[in-house]
């Protein structure tokens, strides 16, 4: 048996407290990378270990080292993912988190976050989507960012730049959050109510409802699109799909959200995304594995201070 070295103990010690001290930003930017929480958590865990087994000695600086290796893992995970995706049943969704706590998630800003963003994240390569999100979220240097990504720092601005090109195509104006909680709580009181003619009063022309049953729940297995369709949708499973439930309202990727659960267990959280226009996505997130983490007991079930259950 080999002696233990003077020091190692304190060595390792050091390691995880350095670790720890990092972790918030690395879960931030792994969650961003890959609109998955449980994803996020493993690639994370992967990097735990790989920082112990690391010959720490020749590290100068362990934040940027860490942040450079979970990019990198978030990157190949991407890439993989990206065949998963196109497996998937009915529309793919990001899986949420509770930002009541932590509302940036270990960010400098909070950008990328919301479920509208994450989404158009998922058109970006992945070079572009890791540029986008350590300079829109982390704001790291271009410099930074161009050692991390192996790439010269004239080509990452230019990654930057379409990335960013990208979202303002397809991203209009955004009302503030106290107009988005407005919008979604009179959507919630039209929806149970099956009233089309309210429901079209608070959708903009182009809206667009995404269900994600992964398969596994019961959702519409494609987008529904326009005012009057989605509103004839949601007024057609009105009478059965409200039954019995109880509301509990969180804040869900920095956006209000609402959790539906029926005798005591959640089986949706429901959001919208909003512009001057009016509600131009609804996402109804409906797969039980993505709401394993943000249905915990402590947030549901049943009448608490922030729920309802009019």
Known sequence: ?????PG?????????????????RLFGIAYRMLGSSAEAE??????WLKWQATDRSVVLDAAAFLSTMTTRLAINVVQSARSRRETY??????EPVDTSADPELGAVRGEALQFAVLLLLEKLSPTERASYVLREAFDYPYREIADILQLSEANTRQLVTRARKHIADERSARVTFAEQRRLLEAFIAAARK??????????????VSYSDGGGVARAARIPILGRARVAEFISAFASHFWTGVTLSWIEANGQA????????VVFTLAT?????????QILWMMNPAKLAAISSPNVVPGPQKNSSSH
């Open 272 to 280: 919208v995304d909003a512009s001057p226009e009016g509600i131009d």
């Open 257 to 264: 959200s609402v959790l539906l659960s029926r005798d005591g």
């Open 1 to 5: 048996m080999q002696p233990e070295r």
């Open 42 to 47: 493993d690639l994370v865990q992967d990097v």
């Open 194 to 207: 099956g009233d089309t003619a309210s429901l079209e009063a608070l959708f903009a022309s182009d809206i």
């Open 89 to 94: 049943v009915g529309p793919w969704l990001p």
């Open 8 to 24: 190692e103990t304190d060595t390792l010690d050091h390691a995880a407290s350095v670790f720890v001290g990092v972790r918030p």
